[in-house]
C-alpha cells in the first residue's frame, strides 16, 4: 500500500523565519502527492499536489513543496511564517481511488 | 460555490446508541468519501461512492457502519451499535467528475462524535 510518514508531532518556527514541514513516502510506481491543512474546527484545505513535472510544486497561501526522488521526500515549506500558518498540517499519497494520511504535523508560529 | 456541507457538527451518544451522519457534497460532484479521523491520527477512508455506487469500502466496519448515496447525490453514515472507540471526527469528501482520478478531494467540516 502507499503510505506516508511525517516523522514530527510538532513544529515550531518565529514569525518571519522560513519553515519546513517533513513528509517522506514508500510507494510502488509513481507517486502522487498532497499536503492539506486543517484549523482548529474545519475540515482539511487542499493546499498543493505533486502528480508529474516540476519538482518544485507552488500551492496556496504562499507555501510550497519540493519532491525529490532519490530521498522519497516531499517536504512542505514557507519562505516567511506568519502567525495565522499555525496549524495541523497533513501529507497524503493516492492509493487506489482514495487517499493515506500521516499523522500530521502541528505548527505553531509564535510572534 | 458552496463546499461540502456536514450535520450535525457534534453529537455525543451513549455506547451502544445510534448516530447517522449527513453530507451534501459539492454540486457536481460525482464522488464522495467518507472519513474518520480519530485524536492525534490522519483521516482514514472510510467508504467511496461513485455517484450512487461503491467503489471502496473495504475498510468500513460493516458490523455497524453502513452508508448509502441513494440518488447520488447526498450520503448519510450510520453507527449502530456504536463504541466508545468510533469517538472521532467524520469528514465527508468530494471530487469533481472533470478531475477522473480525483486528484482534489473537498473536505465539509466534519462531525465530531463522542461517545460516552
Known amino acids: 500500500a502507499q503510505s506516508v510518514a511525517q516523522p514530527e508531532d510538532q513544529v515550531n518556527v518565529a514569525e518571519g523565519n522560513p519553515l519546513t514541514v517533513k513528509c517522506t513516502y514508500s510507494?510502488?510506481?509513481?507517486?502522487?502527492l498532497f499536503w492539506y491543512v486543517q484549523y482548529p474546527n474545519r475540515g482539511l484545505q487542499f493546499l498543493l499536489k505533486?502528480?508529474?513535472?516540476?519538482?518544485l510544486v507552488k500551492g496556496s497561501y504562499g507555501f510550497e513543496a519540493e519532491f525529490n526522488k532519490s530521498q522519497t521526500s516531499f517536504h512542505l515549506k514557507k519562505p516567511s511564517a506568519l502567525v495565522s500558518d499555525s496549524a495541523l498540517y497533513f501529507c497524503a499519497v493516492r492509493d487506489h481511488s482514495a487517499l493515506n494520511f500521516g499523522k500530521g504535523t502541528s505548527l505553531l508560529v509564535t510572534p | 460555490e458552496a463546499g461540502v456541507a456536514q450535520s450535525p457538527r457534534y453529537k455525543i451518544i451513549e455506547k451502544r446508541q445510534s448516530v447517522a451522519f449527513w453530507c451534501n457534497p459539492i454540486?457536481?460532484?460525482?464522488?464522495l468519501y467518507w472519513y474518520q479521523q480519530i485524536l492525534g491520527q490522519g483521516p482514514k477512508l472510510l467508504i467511496q461512492?461513485?455517484?450512487?455506487?461503491?467503489?471502496?469500502d473495504s475498510q468500513l466496519p460493516k458490523d455497524r457502519f453502513s452508508a448509502e448515496r441513494l440518488k447520488g447525490v447526498d450520503s448519510t453514515l450510520k453507527i449502530q451499535p456504536a463504541k466508545l472507540e468510533d469517538s472521532a471526527v467524520y469528514l465527508c469528501?468530494?471530487?469533481?467528475?472533470?478531475?477522473?482520478?480525483?486528484?482534489?478531494?473537498?473536505f465539509g467540516p466534519g462531525t465530531r462524535l463522542t461517545v460516552t
Open positions: 469528501a468530494s471530487s469533481s467528475p472533470l478531475d477522473l482520478r480525483g486528484y482534489e478531494q473537498y
Open positions: 510507494v510502488s510506481g509513481n507517486p502522487y
Open positions: 461512492f461513485q455517484n450512487n455506487g461503491v467503489v471502496d
Open positions: 454540486s457536481g460532484h460525482a464522488t
Open positions: 505533486y502528480i508529474t513535472g516540476d519538482n
